[in-house]
């Protein structure tokens, strides 16, 4: 017997729920505890768990309807099982019409008749005969679909089988492979064969539409693992901190000049490659030693003012973001800089970064300058209270003494947390780190 | 080979019974010279004297008990009740000793006696003689139960239910008596628990016993000319019931009519609707299944109304054709 599925009332004061998604499909099965739905209360979205387990027979709602509680919204059951095709009326609609109803008065004859109906045509249940029903369940058909030729329109053997035939839909075998490897519903291509077999051409035609016409479903994956720490700390950030970007661009012409020049130098030494994040790591260090507000954490509501300047390196891996930590980069050199970050980038990559290459970090740095990025506004990663957003290098027109001239240009993003860091200290950093980048002979001093 | 009646076969299965095993015994009323009711010991006595063929006082508790007294200590009695309705009066010594006795010692005694009975309407002779009650002795666990419907079972079902260890019922049909079938010279057994396939067919399986087993037969053969394939079969013995045959042949053919004479309500066919809707033939039934039986109404006198009591041919060939869809 199919169960029914009711809106439930998930709080004092809701009267209905909008359904935001199925997460079940007709014909799919279900075990108890599976969420079959999610809804939206005026309190809340939830995911409603299915009590039963079984086949979900049928949904009698769509996404973004809005249903009063205790209202059947679908059936779960058997396989082939029958249910309404319309919403059963709540019990107490039920009620409430027959209080209403002036005609409460009904002849004898009337209700041995309507008594009389119901048991012969009792929701849902179909008359049919065992083997009907075993052939029916062999064939995969549902007997609603089927008159049955008995007494009392009783389904037997032969209506079935008369039916599996009628069904059967005339398919060469090379065709009826093809269908079977691509999992298609055979009935749904038209056959332009004698009397209408499909053929291998059918088939290939059928599919090249189907390409054209059919999107993909999309693609759902439950948020977990490491997406799912991302997505809490993310929402966690953006939620609780009140965030405030600053940006400002930087001619980065020595830079350039000095990262072509030490690139071989370094390479020498560390076998990596340096690379424009490791100097502009250096000079945030270099800045932040002279910004100890900046470099700042903000824990159970105290302002904790980091001695070490630990630089965390935003790093994109496969489904999520991994911060391995760079501890005390204002005492390190370029090249190590450089072996440290490359060698934290790879083992983040390959999962292998142990518990304290991953925490401890005092300030993020974000670089996006790879990509086609000029700037952006960064998340803090807490319980910092400050983050750097790197854009690309790009070529600009500037005006430098008086003149329009072409620089090698960088924007810089700072977001900060208004709660621990004011607008004036936080740019007085910005502004001193542009100046850095631009003048990274101070580094030297 | 050679055809004989069916009142002929269980005569001869005693007599060569008794020819080889002078532990064989018959006992009953007037079954000496006078030959039975119905003539079944006729020239029994002359052969094996009144020692081994026992005339009886008309004292149906008092045959059952002497039979069962003696196939407790080691003869092996074949006892006649004239009419089977008179079991009512042999019922405690059956039902109470009989069936009971050798579960109560253990194993260690045992009753290995054959209860002869003729039973069935068709004969005129009214309500107390013409009874079908063969169900209330299916009832009971330690009974065995036995109708055969032709010459050949009769013979090698009865050579059967002597050499049984257990007290049987063996249930003759009146009207079966004058039947005729080939039936083999020598003594043979057919072993009790198998049932018959008196007739294969497709479309239709008919459980039927005794002599419904011949109405039966008679309405495949008309059916047949329909273009529908009856298959009947005969149980034979009504316990132990060879229900795998009865199972094998619903399967096959999804559509079930049980006919007994014996009145309907609480008849042996409900056990065989029962066995089937619980058996592995469920699914393949594809109509509900129909029992034909005896109205719940004393036998009546005139032979009109005898007739309409029971089930016959026409009502057998209705009820298939209604299983069917095709009436």
């Not at chain 2, 508790?61 to 009512?88: K, W």
């Amino acid at each position: 017997m199919a169960k029914e599925i009711f809106m439930p009332k998930l709080s004092s004061t809701m009267e209905v729920g909008t359904l935001l998604q199925w997460l079940k499909e007709e014909g799919d099965p279900v075990q108890v505890g599976d969420p079959l739905f999610e809804i939206m209360t005026d309190k809340i979205n939830i995911e409603v768990e299915s009590y039963e387990e079984g086949v979900l027979l049928k949904k009698y709602y769509e996404v973004d309807d809005e249903v009063p509680i205790n209202t059947i919204i679908g059936y779960i059951g058997e396989a082939g099982e029958t249910v309404p095709d319309e919403p059963p009326a709540s019990e107490g609609e039920e009620v409430q019409e027959e209080v209403d109803s002036p005609k409460a008065e009904k002849t004898t004859m009337e209700q041995e008749q309507e008594e009389l109906e119901e048991v012969e045509g009792q929701v849902g249940k179909v008359r049919a005969t065992p083997a009907a029903r075993r052939v029916a369940r062999e064939n995969d058909l549902s007997l609603e679909t089927i008159s049955g030729s008995g007494p009392k329109g009783r389904i037997h053997e032969q209506d079935v089988l008369d039916a599996v035939k009628e069904n059967a839909v005339l398919i060469t075998p090379l065709a009826e492979k093809m269908a079977k490897d691509h999992q298609l519903d055979v009935r749904k291509i038209e056959g332009t064969g004698i009397r209408g077999k499909i053929e291998k051409s059918d088939v290939e035609r059928y599919l090249s539409s189907q390409k054209v016409r059919e999107e993909e479903p999309a693609e759902r994956v439950k948020l977990k693992g490491l997406r799912k720490a991302v997505a809490d700390k993310m929402l966690e950030s953006a939620r609780s901190i009140p965030h405030v970007t600053l940006t400002t661009e930087v001619d980065m012409t020595k830079v350039i000049d000095i990262r072509k020049n030490l690139l071989p130098i370094v390479e020498n030494e560390t076998g990596y490659r340096l690379s424009f994040t490791e100097i502009i790591i250096k000079s945030t260090a270099h800045t932040l030693t002279k910004h100890r507000n900046i470099n700042a954490s903000l824990i159970d509501n105290e302002i904790v003012y980091n001695k070490a300047v630990n630089i965390g390196l935003a790093v994109a891996v496969d489904n999520g973001l991994i911060v391995p930590s760079i501890h005390d980069a204002d005492k390190k050199g370029l090249a190590e800089l450089t072996a440290v970050s490359k060698t934290l980038g790879k083992k983040a990559r390959d999962s292998k970064l142990t518990p304290a290459e991953m925490t401890g970090s005092t300030f993020t740095i974000s670089n996006l300058g790879m990509y086609a990025i000029d700037g952006f506004t960064p998340i803090i990663n807490p319980p910092e209270t400050a983050i750097l957003g790197v854009g690309r290098i790009t070529e600009k027109p500037v005006v430098v003494d008086g003149n329009i001239t072409v620089r090698p240009m960088m924007v810089l993003s700072l977001s900060f947390d208004h709660r621990a860091i004011d607008g004036a200290p936080a740019a007085a950093f910005l502004t001193e780190l542009k100046e850095t980048l631009e003048n990274p002979y101070s580094l030297f001093v | 080979m050679r055809v004989i009646t069916y009142l002929e076969a269980v005569r001869e299965a005693m007599q060569q019974e008794m020819r080889q095993n002078d532990d064989v015994y018959i006992l009953g009323e007037d079954i000496g010279l006078y030959g039975g009711a119905f003539g079944v010991t006729r020239g029994m006595i002359e052969e094996f004297g009144p020692e081994r063929v026992r005339n009886t006082p008309i004292s149906e508790s008092g045959i059952a008990g002497a039979a069962v007294g003696s196939a407790l200590t080691g003869m092996r009695p074949i006892l006649e009740l004239q009419f089977s309705d008179f079991i009512t009066i042999a019922t405690d010594q059956m039902v109470n000793q009989a069936a009971k006795l050798r579960y109560m010692y253990g194993g260690k005694g045992n009753v290995p006696m054959v209860l002869r009975t003729p039973s069935g309407s068709g004969t005129g002779a009214a309500a107390q003689h013409s009874q079908s009650l063969e169900a209330w002795m299916t009832h009971i666990p330690g009974l065995k139960v036995i109708q055969p419907s032709t010459a050949y079972d009769a013979k090698g079902l009865l050579k059967a239910a002597i050499d049984d260890a257990n007290p049987v019922v063996f249930y003759e049909h009146k009207l079966l008596y004058g039947t005729k079938s080939e039936v083999p010279e020598d003594l043979y057994s057919i072993p009790i628990g198998v049932a018959d396939v008196k007739r294969e067919g497709t479309d239709i399986t008919i459980v039927a016993t005794a002599v419904m087993v011949h109405k039966s037969l008679e309405a495949a053969k008309e059916l047949e000319k329909e273009g529908i394939s009856v298959e009947v079969v005969d149980p034979r013995t009504l316990v132990p019931l060879d229900e795998e045959t009865i199972v094998k042949s619903v399967a096959k053919t999804g559509h079930l009519v049980v006919v007994h004479e014996a009145v309907k309500r609480g008849g042996y066919g409900g056990e065989i609707a029962s066995m089937i809707a619980e058996s592995e033939a469920f699914d393949y039934l594809d109509a509900p299944i129909k029992r034909l039986g005896g109205v719940a109404a004393p036998i009546p006198y005139n032979p009109e109304l005898e007739k309409l009591a029971v089930p016959q041919v026409p009502d057998i060939i209705k009820a298939v054709k209604e299983t069917l869809n095709k009436a």
